[in-house]
């Protein structure tokens, strides 16, 4: 059994070995037979979701705190 990656390898799904498009690789040689003999790859995992941080975590990140940052911005 194989599942698609994002970067157009193939992962074994028994031994989680990533095999690259390359058709000198054995390990790509046996997945192209097992893609003839009519299997399916399971298709690739979808990327997680990024939520971008909000102003007040940006803000922590910084090591500022609101009234720092006023200050920095009034000088």
């Known amino acids: 059994m194989y ?7 193939i992962k074994r799904l028994t031994d989680n070995a990533f ?4 058709p000198a690789n054995i ?3 046996e997945y ?3 893609l003839a003999a ?3 790859p399971d298709p690739a995992p979808a990327p997680p979701v990024v939520t971008p941080p909000t102003p007040a975590e940006k803000l922590k990140a910084a090591g500022l ?5 006023k200050a920095l ?3």
């Open 65 to 69: 705190t609101v009234e720092e940052l």
């Open 19 to 22: 095999i690259p498009p390359d």
């Open 38 to 40: 009519g299997n399916t």
């Open 3 to 9: 599942q698609l990656t994002t970067d157009s390898g």
């Open 73 to 75: 911005l009034a000088s």
């Open 27 to 29: 390990d790509y040689a």
């Open 32 to 34: 192209q037979q097992w």
